[in-house]
């Protein structure tokens, strides 16, 4: 077994009197796309904003790569390498596709009030080499020809692989990805689908938030259930298809629908 | 002649003393998306602030400690950064409205301050005992406005490249990203709360410098300089001319203000006396029917935020892309 990249013990979220995410424990393994499953309201996207520090636990503990992050804030996480998508996607509309890209990493000289004034030069250079690695990223997520397009004019699913481009910029080592799939045209799909593969064989890790089965089923190991906020199966994409509770909290409730 | 000429300068002076604050504004607004509400809060301190470190020593209120010009001007601004730090801290948590309503609260509340807080700055009467810079040397005179003009335009470049400066480099992405969408930003690893404070203070200190300028230049500051309606104004100059482009900006006060200036010579020239009367809220109306008009026709002003695209510096309107706030 290898070392857990990310360890959640005991997560508690409450809003209110209502219980979102309910005693959650999961180890993600590094390397592995692992896939997070659950009828809606489940509790997956709040277990995922308490996992990236949006929201503080209730109660519990998180550690990643070794190192208590409980409580700890986005940017403060997204530092220490890992990076997220939106379900519904939050591009800086008003921004160009090439400059959301050329924001996301780190330690930028010009991102302090002195860097434009007194490191211009050192500054002038790292924004070359950024620029260069952004259209780099922007061509493997297929959007290069779209860099000088406003990022809100894109479609949809263009929006999904930009903010899979926006996070790979900061080379995170374990990427969540809130319903990558949705919404997007089959070959877009198909193409975030190849992307994540190529990134996965080169040593990333992912957790997936996921309602279309076949996604899931093909591409994701493990897979983990929630239901009503707890976890409700942990193993393999084969096992989940004949598990009898997960049929009953997740397909069967789907069959309702 | 000479009577036209002078009044041009004049004009000109509190236009360009204006454009200060205006790009101050769009710092925060056009640029990180700060809705301040209380922009006269942070010129006034400016103003007062000048004032009171560069005049001669009064008996009946705070001041005069006869500084040196530049180092009571930088100390005005100092001033309007501090009480922007200040208001900034307590705020932090506010967007839009609620910032823009606390902003305002703050701006009321600077302006009464300085109307009853006799022993402060003078109270209703006004801050006295401030002597323009050399006016021994120039006299009262043309050569003197025209001199102090040139200064404040310098001023005004400065702050221009400045800003254009900052807005271009990845600072000015940053800030962009911050007005676009915090959570993302959070979730990029930016610190909304600390550059948000930052701007918010960087466009007050403009502000206050702007503020510094105007007390210099009548030599006085009161009450009646700080109300809500100068808030409006510059608010209207930085729509007008079209929030995140810093030509704009400029452009949209000497607009306004050429604007402002002719209906109020127009009504008092022209109206009925009985209008007259209201020349005053006459104009208040019509500002606030330019912001409406503006803001429902062409809210991109009329120079339009530009989109960055590369190093390459090509530029393309937003609006050619069809992209809306």
């Given at each position: 077994?290898?070392e ?19 005693g ?11 896939g997070?499953?659950g ?41 220490l390498?890992?990076g ?11 921004m160009s ?93 198909r193409?975030?689908?190849?992307k994540i ?34 976890v ?5 994409a084969?096992?989940a ?17 | 002649?000479?009577?036209l000429l ?13 454009s200060i ?8 607004w056009?640029n ?40 009571a ?10 009480l ?7 705020t ?20 009464n ?40 335009l ?18 000015g992405r ?5 007005r676009?969408?915090?959570t ?27 503020g ?6 009548y ?45 109020g ?32 026709w ?6 339009e ?21």
């Amino acid at each position: 077994m290898v070392e857990p990249i990310l360890s959640v013990s005991n997560i508690t979220r409450d809003f209110g009197t209502f219980r979102a995410v309910d005693g959650v424990s999961l180890d993600i393994s590094g390397g592995s796309i692992t896939g997070l499953i659950g009828p809606n309201g489940a509790g997956k996207t709040t277990l995922f904003n308490v996992l990236t520090g949006m929201l503080p636990p209730s109660s519990g503990s998180i550690s990643f790569r070794g190192k208590d992050v409980t409580c700890m804030s986005p940017d403060r996480l997204f530092e220490l390498g890992l990076g997220r998508t939106f379900q519904i996607p939050r591009p800086f509309s008003r921004m160009s596709v090439l400059e959301n890209v050329m924001l996301a990493p780190l330690a930028q000289i010009g991102e302090r009030l002195s860097g434009p004034f007194l490191r211009s030069r050192e500054m002038r250079n790292q924004e070359q080499a950024i620029h260069a690695r952004a259209m780099e990223v922007l061509k493997f997520v297929t959007l290069d020809a779209l860099a000088d397009q406003a990022a809100g004019q894109i479609s949809g699913g263009q929006k999904k692989l930009l903010e899979l481009a926006r996070v790979l910029m900061a080379d995170p080592q374990l990427i969540l990805l809130d319903e990558p799939a949705a919404g997007v045209n089959p070959s877009l799909t198909r193409v975030l689908i190849e992307k994540i593969e190529e990134l996965n064989d080169a040593g990333k890790t992912f957790l997936i938030i996921e309602h279309d089965m076949d996604f899931v089923m093909k591409h994701c190991d493990p897979v983990i259930a929630l239901a009503e906020g707890k976890v409700v199966f942990q193993g393999t994409a084969q096992e989940a298809q004949v598990n009898p509770i997960l049929l009953d909290a997740y397909l069967g409730a789907q069959a309702d629908v | 002649m000479i009577g036209l000429l002078s009044y041009l300068v004049f004009f000109a002076t509190v236009a360009a003393i204006l454009s200060i604050a205006v790009l101050g504004l769009n710092l925060q607004w056009g640029n990180t998306g700060l809705f301040n509400g209380g922009v006269v809060a942070f010129f006034g301190a400016g103003g007062y602030g000048t004032l009171i470190l560069g005049g001669t020593p009064q008996a009946d209120h705070l001041g005069g400690f006869a500084l040196p010009y530049l180092i009571a001007l930088s100390g005005g601004m100092a001033i309007a950064g501090l009480l922007a730090w200040g208001v900034g801290i307590l705020t932090l948590r506010l967007r839009h409205d609620y910032l823009a309503i606390a902003t305002f609260g703050v701006a009321v509340a600077f302006e009464n301050l300085m109307r009853n807080a006799e022993g402060l700055a003078g109270g209703a009467k006004g801050l006295r005992g401030f002597e323009r810079p050399l006016r021994q040397a120039l006299g009262d005179g043309f050569t003197y406005n025209l001199l102090f003009l040139i200064f404040v335009l310098g001023l005004l470049i400065a702050t221009y490249i400045f800003l254009e400066r900052l807005i271009r480099s990845p600072y000015g992405r940053l800030l962009r990203a911050i007005r676009e969408d915090e959570t993302a930003a959070m979730s990029l690893g930016k610190n909304p709360a600390r550059i948000r404070l930052a701007a918010f203070i960087a466009g007050s200190v403009i502000m206050g410098l702007a503020g510094g300028l105007y007390a210099t230049f009548y030599a006085f500051i009161s009450p009646q300089d700080v109300l809500p309606i100068l808030t409006f104004q510059i608010w209207a100059m930085l729509i007008v001319g079209g929030a995140g482009n810093n030509k704009g900006a400029v452009m949209g006060t000497f607009l306004i203000w050429g604007a402002w200036t002719a209906s109020g010579w127009g009504l008092s020239r022209f109206a009925p006396l009985e209008v007259q009367l209201y020349t005053g809220s006459l104009q208040f109306i019509l500002i606030g029917v330019v912001i409406v008009g503006m803001l429902l026709w062409r809210p991109q002003g009329l120079f339009e935020e530009k989109l960055v695209v590369s190093q390459s510096g090509r530029a393309k309107h937003l609006k050619q892309q069809g992209v809306r706030e």
